[in-house]
């Protein structure tokens, strides 16, 4: 039973792992955010920036706390900056195709390589909420998100927050959720799972759904979403 339910967690961490192996966050700058990647929140090792190409943005949305979401152009330098104060901030990233094979790992489709140990298609997203509003306990897009069904930022060490996960808005049941890089369960079927905060400061929560893909270019679709704010340290 115990080296059953020590495979199981296993199985999730391997599955929450980010599919470049780098975090991504919304770091304050001035009034507006910058989109950063990196190790600078997350336990593995690697260097704490990772340039990525302003392409890989594909979404940016900016929700006030009357509940109005306004979709903004994203930025074409690097870093991406969003130069707008938001009560939530969301950004759809993708990096694209990526192969691993017996030697390296490729920014490409497997289409043509030789070794292909294992492909994939990766889709991120990241969402910073600055300021709590009853409208923000619901999606804000129609991509792999993290929702917290109440204010995140009453909350002090040792309380739980409760969470869903939600792909095109409806509930993932059976998806691995991780805190601070570490697996803490699966949601139920309704999408939902609860977290225990562990410190103040910045708070990362993070979720993984890995499907088959079709297309010929990957063997699967990685989605991951991350949910960031912070509460006080005093």
């Known amino acids: 039973m115990l080296r059953g339910r020590m495979l199981a967690i296993g199985f999730l961490a391997a599955a929450a792992v980010p599919a470049a192996g780098h975090d991504l966050w919304l770091e304050r700058d001035g009034k507006g955010y910058l989109l950063l990647q990196g190790h600078r929140h997350s336990a593995h090792e690697g260097a704490e920036i990772v340039p990525y190409a302003p392409s890989a943005v594909k979404t940016v949305l900016c929700t006030d706390t009357a509940g109005a979401t306004e979709r903004l152009a994203a930025g074409t330098a690097y870093p991406v900056k969003i130069d707008t104060d938001c009560a939530a901030v969301f950004v759809a990233f993708s990096s694209g195709y990526w192969t691993k094979t017996a030697w390296e790992t490729r920014n490409e489709p497997k289409t043509g390589i030789s070794g292909v140990v294992r492909s994939w298609l990766s889709q991120e997203t990241i969402k910073r909420i600055e300021r709590w509003s009853p409208a ?20 002090t060490p040792g309380d739980k927050l409760k969470v869903r996960v939600s792909l095109a808005g409806n509930p993932r049941g ?20 609860s977290l225990r905060i562990r410190h103040p400061g910045m708070q990362m929560i993070s979720a993984s759904l890995e499907e088959p893909l079709a297309d010929g270019k990957a063997d699967t679709l990685i989605r991951t979403a991350t949910l960031v704010f912070a509460l006080s340290t005093q």
């Open 174 to 193: 059976g998806v691995p959720v991780a805190y601070d890089g570490d697996v803490r369960g699966a949601t139920a079927e309704d999408g939902t799972v």
């Open 136 to 155: 923000l306990a619901n999606p804000l897009s129609e991509e792999i998100e993290i929702t917290p069904l109440a204010d995140p930022s009453k909350l």
